[in-house]
């Protein structure tokens, strides 16, 4: 019986993952999600490029992405002190506000087509 209970649990953990990622996925696809990570990584290349150069105002080149795709950016406080772990919360806050931002484009224009008469 046990056995019967432990496949049940886990085709109902897979089922809502997979409409985790559906929804997801949905979100995403949303132009403004798209524009939206376009941005970032342009934010981020630029980022990057200007604090390889020998310049004075490449100490802050950093923060402008952290704050471009803040809350969720600000993660990189709490995470192990590496270079890499400014790109992991970069990519995260990033993909975070993009699907917000695909949600709420989604929902406000599936609300516009139902208000017409």
Do not use: K
């Not at 990622?21 to 999600?33: D, E, I, Q, T």
């Not at 310049?55 to 590496?82: E, K, M, Q, R, W």
Request: with cysteine; net charge positive; charged share 10%.
């Amino acid at each position: 019986m046990s056995t019967t209970r432990q496949e049940t649990t886990t085709m109902t953990d897979t089922g809502s993952s997979n409409r985790a990622l559906r929804g997801l996925r949905h979100a995403l696809s949303s132009v403004f999600a798209r524009l939206y990570l376009a941005v970032c990584v342009v934010l981020t290349g630029w980022a990057v490029v200007v604090s390889l150069g020998d310049n004075p105002d490449a100490s802050f080149a950093g923060v402008v992405p952290l704050i471009a795709t803040a809350p969720l950016s600000l993660i990189v406080i709490v995470l192990p002190d590496h270079a890499s772990m400014i790109f992991v919360a970069i990519g995260l806050g990033a993909l975070a506000n993009a699907a917000v931002i695909g949600w709420c484009a989604r929902a406000l224009s599936r609300g516009r087509a139902g208000s017409r008469p």
